[in-house]
């Protein structure tokens, strides 16, 4: 009988192991760069900016230097207290407009605020938003609007190469590609249009300027810090299409500095994801059979505390396991020392989520950028 249960457990792992690997593996055959399209107009960058000193000038350097498209880029400066408004007005392009930030109404976000208003500004026929931290490449804003023109979509977003130079980001960061590359069926998400199949990525998102006006934009989501979730579903639930693509080769991003910036960064949106009463006990279940229980498992079959079947289906599930792991690492230009942390990872995205649901009653806020917002807010 012990060894019964042993075994059922095993073919668990392998069944939990086999879903993200057989979605990875058909996502990545299906994503790809997108390629540049004839010229479609104008398209506005739009960088919401809330002391971002350490990145602005980077940032809004490469957006200008963007190429085989027409572009202006529009900062817009979020009350910020140190030199970013300086910073952006030394720059001294034509093409570069430094956009004051109002006063941050009732209910809503600071980043859904700062982009409303930039997007009030612009004048392009795609917007893109683009976080302070993200370096485009040159060729990225052309191909993101020639796709979107192309296949009709209202948004396309994509996640950029993400830089990680700390061991705290290399135990957060990658959880990211993970999620989105092994749990949401992509062509399914181009086939049909139901709301809950919406996703993006909030660093990097160009959306039609006339979807946006007439959905409303961040203004429809105005109340949350998951842009990349919530602003998709939005224009799916209006009738729009929205797309994915692959994202190293349009940008790098570094979102983090360590691993307690990491922590604070995932805690806030947290509650918006997976961190609900309903979805964290079956992302818990789907997470720690997939990644976390084989490779308990397979220690315990050396010691020969498994049976042969047992240790058998563990062993599997654990190649299965870092096997996905190791391609989406490949196919996103993540660091390969981030693979034999895998399990690692998980945990703490786990920890993360865990920690985030079971202290949101007593929290009642979600902090970033110095401002506090109820979690209640969806």
Known sequence: MHDTLLTALALLCLLAAGLPAALAAVNLSVLRPPAPGPDG???????????????????????LASADVPVEV???????????????????????????????????????????????????????FLDADVRLEPGAAAALAGHARRTGAALVSGVPRQRMDTLGERLTVPTINLLLLGYLPVPLMRRRPDPS?????????????????????????????????????????????TDLVAGADLATCRMYDGFTGAWAGFSKNAHE??????????????????????????????????????????????????GTR????????????????????????????WNVLLRRERAGAATWKGRSYPVGGA
Request: charged share 15%; proline share 7%; with cysteine.
């Open 197 to 241: 199949l919406g996703a993006a990525c909030g660093q990097l998102m160009l959306i039609e300027a006339a979807a946006y006006a007439a959905t409303g934009g961040h203004g429809a989501v105005r109340d949350t810090l998951h842009d990349g979730v919530r602003l998709p579903r939005a224009l799916r639930a209006a009738g729009y299409r």
């Open 41 to 63: 107009g104008l398209v506005s960058i739009l960088i919401p900016a809330r002391n971002e000193a350490a990145n602005i000038v980077g940032t809004v350097r490469a957006a």
């Open 74 to 128: 529009i900062v817009g400066d979020d009350h910020s207290t140190d030199a970013t408004p300086d910073l952006v007005r030394g720059i001294g392009d034509p093409r570069l407009r430094l956009a004051p930030i109002p006063a941050l109404p009732d209910g809503w976000t600071g980043k859904n605020n700062a982009c409303v208003h930039m997007a009030g500004l612009a004048r392009g026929r795609h917007l893109l």
């Open 273 to 322: 994801g997976m961190a609900t009463a309903r979805a964290l006990p079956v992302w818990t279940l789907l997470l720690g059979l997939g990644h976390l229980l084989p490779p308990v498992m397979v220690l315990a079959g050396v010691f020969g505390l498994l049976p042969p079947a047992a240790w058998a289906a563990s062993a599997l599930a654990l190649i299965l396991s870092l």
């Open 326 to 353: 190791a391609a989406i690492t490949r196919a996103t230009r993540e660091p390969f020392a981030t693979v034999p942390l895998h399990p690692a990872t998980v945990l703490t995205a786990l920890a993360i989520q």
